[in-house]
């Protein structure tokens, strides 16, 4: 028996700068994880996941990361992204200056 789908978003790294980035609803990367798109559907998460791959002139390494509904937009469920979503942790700038 196969498990329930579970809510997802699609990252990615940006080509040029290295900054993980979200897929939004309207095909847009973000650095934002809150404007991320929240897919619910296993078969809409897999077109979009599609559409990721192809954009190998400004993402690499895109996937599907669970994620759940927030207050604010999507929120990460596993530690790494939520690592991911603060950005490098060398030294604060960017995103880390918000934290």
């Known amino acids: 028996m196969s498990r329930p789908f579970t809510p997802k978003v699609l990252t990615a ?3 040029r ?3 993980a980035v979200w897929l939004t609803e309207d095909d847009r990367w973000t650095t934002d994880p809150l404007e991320a798109e929240l897919i619910e559907d296993e078969a809409h998460a897999d077109i979009r ?3 990721a791959q ?3 002139n ?3 390494g895109a ?3 669970d994620a759940r509904a927030g207050a604010r937009g999507p929120e990460p469920v596993h530690f790494r992204e939520a690592f991911r979503s603060r950005g490098p ?3 604060a700038h960017g995103k880390q200056e918000r934290f």
């Open 54 to 56: 192809s954009q190998r």
């Open 63 to 65: 996937y599907l990361a």
């Open 17 to 19: 700068q290295g900054d």
């Open 13 to 15: 790294n940006r080509l």
């Open 89 to 91: 942790s060398n030294y």
């Open 49 to 51: 996941l599609i559409f």
């Open 58 to 60: 400004y993402v690499v």
